[in-house]
């Protein structure tokens, strides 16, 4: 035994040793009974501020910066208008009068509640609106919903024929911290069942499926416990969108991951009587591809610091050390689950010692044999089916989504009030333009605002003065949340930058989304090639080639645009979506890319190991063989994970978890099995140039058509 366990590692043998493996467990129940505790205060040090996702170096965080001279950041108007189609009686509008009063005495309201200010229909106003300012502060995204809640129970209109609603900031932020609410919960458990369901189908075993369950459990605890550290000491960003698919990514990537060490282990118990040198070789040979793949997904991940938009950026970190303490898991607690339980787990299908692996008569080796005849007619036509599918991205529309085209499901309130605020008020009521600018030019830029096309007219308040500096508010005609109103925002600060030394900037909900959205798309072009380059790199230096790598690249890439392009189509056609957030190209991009490859790594690791020994095309046939099965696993469990994010009633994390999971699916099933085996028995032994392996004589594509399967399973040299 110890002339063989040589050849492995010292990291491979201290997890499957007969003391490691202890040792290793008690390590991690001591991290665990650490880190735990903590992470179930992660929601408590999450920062889901506008302030926190928007743009550092934008106009409109420059201009929040100044407003916060005027009133607190943290305030968030709730707009609670009323309608009546019959029109509103002076005993509605008395009503709405003494409400107004009561709105003041709520905890938090800490200025002038507005109204009631009616709308302009004859010969009686339709509607009323009433302007009530909520100090959130710090806590705001936890205590709006219950803020907002105590408006509606005052806003009581009885059988008075009116309705009410609350929208503005303050109504959409309630709503949307609604839809967050339980959001760890209900995705740790959908993930939970998707994962347990998939591997019940792919191990066939009532118990094995516990460890690599409990490994990703405390994983994701663990990786929780160290964010919430660096959140509340570190000054880490983390907010509802990255801890949501923080717990997607630790259970997907991390059975992954287990799903590949335990197939490995698998064969290698058919090898050695002992299992503990069984897991030493299992995690010897298993182990480069998997870190090589957990690196690829973090430093992918890692790339999203360069973002402008610090809700992109913040997620780099958080994702990157989610995988991290996955990978390491699987690697470490794991492999000691599993040595110290025994082969008992495979039950009923134990892999005794000296007993026939099936993978290698399996279906993945008829599939392998199928593509040997005609590779090249094989990887053309996939090809091509691909970019037809990818053409279909010109119809996506990832422009950005309305407030009302936020939420899947039941409207809300919010948005409900919003539809009603547009039809008798101009639709930038909720949300006015800001301006501020330096006092002395205060009233050349409230006119040069008041000027411009957009703007309703009448509606740009006297200025306020305050340290210096003047702030000018108007209302756009156009919903600050469309293109109409992204255009009025390059209007207004063109208009107002023309004012010689005012320093005037402009700000507010409308110029907030249209920043965000021009970030998003910088963003998007600088990430794409850094993680491009990353990923090349890591795959050049792992297989020891360029060709390989470049190839690989190419069937990724081709796959992200199928995906994008299958998702338009469904988004627009099925689903019936507003359009795509401006970040769902950039997230979309980096998961596919950086998680896809992870297949191509399983497959072509192997593809090399076997390739030293047979040759190219026939190792290109044992590693598909070898590998089919658990990668087509792999990818089912990690395209349902994302899928889970379905379960939210947010369109962005619809979006985000289908696209995922489509391009995970083509990945593991198309691109992997299919193209790149087809491309690798074309090319043959010059993926490897400019590595010494491209030197070695390989069959021809002919003589593995003559021996089919049979290019599987022989052993001639």
């Known amino acids: 035994m110890n002339a063989l366990m040589s050849g492995v590692g ?34 408590s040090v999450q920062d889901n501020q506008m302030a926190s996702w928007l743009p550092s ?60 200010l009616p709308s ?56 949307t911290a609604k839809a967050f609410e339980g959001i760890d919960g209900t995705l740790l458990y959908a993930a939970l069942i998707v994962v347990i369901v998939m591997l019940l189908i792919t191990y066939r075993s009532p118990v094995l499926w516990l460890l690599p369950v409990i490994s990703a459990g405390a994983a994701l605890f663990a990786a929780q416990g160290v964010i919430y550290l660096l959140a509340k000491y570190a000054g880490l960003t983390v907010n509802g969108q990255s801890a949501g698919i923080l717990t997607v990514l630790v259970f997907g990537a991390g059975t992954d991951y287990a799903l590949l060490l335990v197939a490995r282990y698998r064969e290698e118990l058919r090898r050695h009587q002992d299992r503990h040198e069984a897991m030493a070789f299992a995690l010897h040979r298993a182990g480069p591809a998997i870190w090589a793949s957990a690196a690829t997904v973090i430093l992918g991940m890692i790339c999203l610091i360069f973002a402008a938009l610090n809700s992109t950026a913040g997620l780099g970190p958080v994702a990157a050390i989610g995988v991290g303490v996955g990978v390491l898991a699987m690697v470490t607690l794991l492999p000691a689950l599993l040595v110290i339980c025994g082969r008992w787990l495979f039950w009923p299908v134990r892999p005794a010692f000296g007993t026939v692996d099936h993978t290698e008569t399996g279906v993945w080796a008829k599939i392998g044999a199928g593509i040997a005849r005609r590779p090249r007619v094989v990887w053309l036509v996939t090809a091509l089916v691909l970019g037809a599918f990818a053409l279909n991205t010109l119809t996506l529309k990832s422009d950005g ?47 040069a605002l008041s000027a411009v096309s957009g703007i309703a007219p009448g ?21 600050p949340d469309g293109p109409e109103g992204a255009a009025t925002v390059d209007r207004v600060r063109e208009a107002v930058h023309r004012v010689p030394d005012a320093e005037a900037m402009a ?45 690989l690249m190419a069937t990724v890439v081709l796959s992200f645009f199928a995906a994008l392009g299958i998702s338009a189509f469904f988004f627009n056609q099925v689903f019936g979506f507003e359009g795509a957030d401006a970040s769902f190209p950039l997230f979309v991009f980096v998961f596919l890319v950086s998680l896809g490859i992870d297949y191509n790594i399983f497959l072509m690791t192997r593809v090399h190991e ?11 046939l044992i590693g598909l063989s070898a590998t089919g099965g658990v990668i087509t696993s792999a990818g089912l469990v990690l395209a349902g994970t994302f899928a889970v994010l379905a379960t939210l009633p947010l369109v962005a994390f619809a979006e985000i978890g289908f696209a995922v999971a489509v391009g995970v699916i083509i990945d593991t099933i198309i691109v992997r099995g299919v193209l790149v085996t087809a491309l690798t028995l074309d090319i043959g032994r010059w993926m490897w140039w400019p590595h010494r392996l491209s ?19 022989s052993t001639e040299k």
Do not use: C
Not at 70 to 82: G, K, Q, T
Not at 421 to 437: N, Y
Not at 469 to 475: D, E
């Open 401 to 447: 989504i309305s407030t009302a085209g936020s939420f899947t499901g039941d409207v809300p309130d919010s948005v409900v009030g919003s539809q009603v605020l547009a039809r008798h008020f101009p639709a930038g009521t909720e949300q006015p333009i800001q301006v501020v600018a330096k006092a002395d030019k205060a009233t050349e830029v409230r006119a």
């Open 695 to 713: 030197g070695k004589r390989d069959v021809e594509p002919e003589e593995i058509t003559a021996d089919g399967s049979s290019a599987v399973l």
């Open 57 to 116: 170096d934008a106009e409109s965080t420059k201009a929040m910066e100044i407003t916060e001279r005027f009133y607190s950041s943290n305030e968030l108007p709730a707009i609670i208008v009323y309608e009546k189609t019959s029109g509103l009686t002076q005993a509605d509008l008395a009503t709405i009068a003494g409400h107004v009063q009561r709105f003041a005495e709520v905890d938090r309201v800490d200025r002038d509640v507005l109204g009631p």
């Open 507 to 551: 700000g507010g909900m409308a110029a907030i989304l249209h920043d965000t959205n021009e970030a998003n798309t910088r963003d998007r072009n600088l990430i794409i090639p850094i993680v491009l380059l990353v990923v090349f790199l890591i795959l050049a230096g792992l297989l020891r080639a360029l060709v390989a790598p470049l190839v």
């Open 120 to 175: 302009q229909e004859s010969p009686a106003p339709q509607a009323a609106q009433v302007f009530v300012p909520i100090n959130a502060g710090e806590d705001g995204w936890q205590k709006l919903p219950d803020l907002v809640a105590e408006l509606r129970t005052i806003a009581d209109v009885g059988d008075s024929g009116m309705s009410v609603h609350v929208a503005g900031p303050a109504g959409n932020g309630a709503d």
């Open 10 to 43: 010292t990291l491979a043998k201290v997890p499957s040793g007969r003391i490691g493996k202890w040792v290793v467990l008690g390590l991690w129940i001591v991290a665990l009974a650490v880190l735990a505790p903590m992470a179930g205060s992660l929601s």
């Open 459 to 479: 509606s740009v308040a006297e200025p306020q003065i305050k340290d210096g500096w003047a702030l000018v508010q108007g209302t756009m005609t156009a919903a």
């Open 610 to 620: 076997e390739a030293k020994q047979w040759g190219t095309r026939r190792g290109a």
